[in-house]
């Protein structure tokens, strides 16, 4: 006997609703993690010449990780060191710590200009893993989303005279292919874990891993801790920067990540360099109309992103009505419901 046609209205609307608020909070957290990454960029370009790299970079993961001690306080969370939680601690070796000590490595012989313009290829190569690793679907709009995106990354970013050593663009293209990664593992081994204890054990982690760099680079004769000419407004600056870029922009990212496809989340990455062109405006720094116009061109793709994401759940619930009446037919395939008249096209 046929089953009887379900109503639409049978829907849970309390499931949907908090479906729809969780994506909400998704686009949020995402957005405000591109936000201070951004920000976090601008001032920690402020200390950076005043404080070796190698020494600044444990001095912010320790400023981040008092920060999120503390946030784990007022909200009485406990880490479980059980063994998911640790599998996900080990890959703060990979992201921040073996991903920005080569980074920062890098760095010393590329230009900065050459050094953005690798890094804006992170959201690519995010979408290929997610797809490659993750069996994610690449839909024509996210792809499309990514590609303009990328178009106002350049029009931001690019400055003429990009050049560099072939080890150094290897080196950054390595460190380039460590954060896409770590967004991708991370998003296949987050279950129902706290974002802010997955993102303390990462940071804690990494600090381990950028002490212990710096130490060994420095017993080698390289610069590895060096405070000499620090004063209050270095050690500020840094602590500023290190809560900002690390504590608070990760903390918020994996809380996005939680509940959306790495492709989705890594594609509002292009705002990093919209948040850093801003903060810059405010510190003196002035741009060109290129500039303004790949900001523009990142908001616009972004928003759009975040647009048909609605649209498309949408379309679910409108399909489900449809997609019931057919599979009470006797000898229906699933995909043949699927493929047949979708309010989605």
């Not at 880490?79 to 710590?97: E, I, Q």
């Not at 990462?202 to 004769?221: D, K, M, N």
């Not at 209050?232 to 990212?253: E, I, K, N, R």
Request: glycine share 8%; with cysteine; proline share 6%.
């Amino acid at each position: 006997m046929p089953q009887p046609i379900p109503n639409r209205e049978s829907v849970p609307q309390q499931g949907l609703a908090d479906r729809s608020r969780i994506r909400r909070v998704s686009v949020i957290a995402l957005t405000a993690a591109a936000a201070c990454w951004g920000v976090g960029t601008v001032v920690t370009k402020q200390v950076v010449d005043a404080v070796a790299p190698l020494t600044l970079l444990p001095l912010q993961l320790a400023a981040s990780c008092v920060f999120l001690v503390a946030a784990a306080g007022v909200r009485r969370e406990r880490p479980a060191w059980d063994p998911p939680m640790r599998r996900l601690a080990a890959l703060g070796l990979l992201n921040p710590g073996a991903a920005y000590a080569l980074g920062l490595i890098g760095l010393t012989t590329i230009t900065a200009s050459m050094s953005v313009l690798l890094w804006a290829l992170e959201p690519v190569l995010i979408l290929l893993l997610a797809a490659l690793l993750l069996r994610e679907h690449v839909s024509a709009r996210l792809g499309a989303s990514v590609a303009v995106a990328m178009v106002g990354v350049l029009l931001v970013v690019y400055q003429p005279g990009a050049a560099g050593a072939p080890v150094g663009i290897v080196l950054t293209l390595v460190a380039v292919a460590c954060c896409a990664l770590y967004t991708v593992i991370t998003r296949k081994l987050v279950l129902d874990d706290s974002s802010l204890m997955i993102v303390l054990a990462q940071q804690a982690t990494a600090l381990a891993f950028a002490v212990v760099i710096a130490t060994v680079v420095g017993a080698a004769g390289g610069t590895g801790w060096s405070f000499a000419g620090m004063d209050a407004a270095a050690w500020l600056a840094a602590a500023a920067s290190g809560v900002l870029y690390y504590g608070l922009a990760f903390w918020l990212f994996v809380t996005g990540l939680r509940h959306v496809p790495a492709s989705y989340a890594g594609a509002f990455l292009p705002l990093i360099p919209v948040a850093g062109l801003s903060a810059g405006y405010l510190v003196g720094e002035r741009l060109e109309p290129r500039q303004w116009l790949g900001a523009a061109v990142i908001v616009v793709a972004t928003a759009v992103l975040a647009l048909s994401q609605r649209h498309e759940r949408r379309c679910r619930r409108a399909d489900r009505p449809r997609l019931a009446v057919c599979l009470s037919r006797p000898r229906t395939r699933r995909s043949s419901c699927r493929s047949s008249g979708s309010a989605c096209r």
